[in-house]
């Protein structure tokens, strides 16, 4: 990697309508200083949106799979009363525009949601970059994988990433 390069901020755009998950989300993120630059969205509406405005500058997306619609409505498919699937749409959005750019985009996807149909969409729709998150989630691993996803040396120590030590992850603020 040349000098410009290295000092180019990775640019993340995190789609999250839950206050206390972006908080959590924040946390993890604000370790990384001036390495990464990131991007809020909190319906589909401003994930959409910002992914036009990212276009081919975008070096990894957080999706939430549950969210609201907000005003990108338009750009979603109708049929989803639930909103149960919003964030499929987004990725999916993402996923066929030409103008974002986006066929290795990494994605890491975040959901309470389970279940096979849910499961095999998401990674269909991830074509093998990305990882689908159930919530609750080790924050550890989430952190080491995006990190690792977008070339920035992750912070959280190697014993952390051990499965054998018992360690607890779902709260770190």
């Known amino acids: ?20 998950m972006r908080k959590q989300l924040s946390v993890i993120f604000s370790r990384y200083g001036s390495a990464i630059e990131l ?25 939430d799979l549950m969210m609201p619609y907000g005003s990108g409505r338009e750009k979603l498919p109708a049929g989803d009363p639930l909103e149960l699937d919003t964030g499929l749409h987004v990725l999916n959005y993402a996923r066929r525009n030409a103008s974002i750019g986006t066929p290795a985009l990494w994605v890491a996807v975040i959901t309470a949601r389970s279940g096979l149909a849910v499961a095999r969409r998401t990674t269909e729709l991830l074509a093998g970059s990305g990882i689908l998150y159930l919530k609750p989630f080790d924050t550890f691993k989430f952190e080491d994988d995006v990190m690792k996803a977008i070339g920035v040396q992750s912070l959280v120590p190697a014993e952390l990433l051990d499965d054998s030590v018992p360690h607890v992850t ?3 603020l």
């Open 39 to 63: 991007t809020w969205a909190e319906n589909a509406g401003e994930a959409l949106s910002a992914l036009e405005a990212a276009g081919s500058h975008l070096d990894a997306l957080v999706l």
């Open 170 to 172: 779902e709260e770190r």
């Open 1 to 20: 990697m040349n000098e410009a390069a290295a000092h180019t901020p990775r640019r993340i755009l995190v789609v999250e309508d839950d206050a206390s």
